[in-house]
């Protein structure tokens, strides 16, 4: 997949008898995915096809999407199919608010100069705060942790608190 598209989230399984289908969010703001022009239905072995989101709605701890043209039994097909959204598509966040590709890929160092790694993946969270996790820590995205974050950069600086590296358990 080339980088000028987003994981927005995983097809798990078919929902109900109108052709809706659970899916695993990658992305916070999973009610903006009807306003994209471009999303994309990508199948296991990598076949894209142009999709329409009908409706989305939550479904704790997964969403209900109902994408136009897709029956119940289509739906029942669809099972680790991925939903992807062009980048250029995507709002413009705040300030202090980041994407989930913004910060795979930065390098976390703490305010004492410790390294922990780089950000392999982000567990993101509709409801609570988003986790960056590394080969050697798992650091909740909240200011009692994160000091500042430098897209431009890569780099994430945290606070040096004990026990939030793994192997200081």
């Known amino acids: 997949m080339d980088s000028s598209s987003v994981l927005i989230g ?11 289908v ?17 999303l994309l239905l990508v199948s296991p072995d990598g076949i894209e096809a142009p999709a329409v989101v009908a409706s989305v709605r939550h479904h704790p701890p997964s969403w209900l999407v109902q994408l136009t043209g897709i029956d119940r039994n289509q739906a029942e097909h669809l099972h680790g199919y991925t939903l992807r959204a062009l980048k250029e598509e995507l ?9 989930a590709f913004d910060i795979e890929g ?20 509709a409801n609570n ?3 960056y996790e590394t080969d ?3 650091i909740p995205a909240v ?11 890569k780099v994430i600086t945290v606070r040096d608190v004990p026990g939030l ?4 358990l």
């Open 10 to 20: 995983t097809i798990a399984a078919p929902f109900g008898i109108r052709g809706e």
């Open 22 to 38: 659970k899916v695993m969010a990658h992305f916070a703001r999973m009610p903006l995915i009807k306003s994209f022009k471009s």
């Open 91 to 99: 709002p413009e966040l705040p300030p202090d608010e980041f994407y």
């Open 106 to 125: 930065c390098s976390v160092t703490t305010d004492t100069g410790r390294d922990f790694g780089i950000v392999h993946t982000v567990h993101v969270n």
């Open 129 to 131: 705060n988003d986790v």
């Open 136 to 138: 050697v820590a798992m």
């Open 143 to 153: 200011e009692q942790f994160v000091i500042s974050v430098d897209i431009a950069n």
């Open 165 to 168: 590296r793994v192997d200081e």
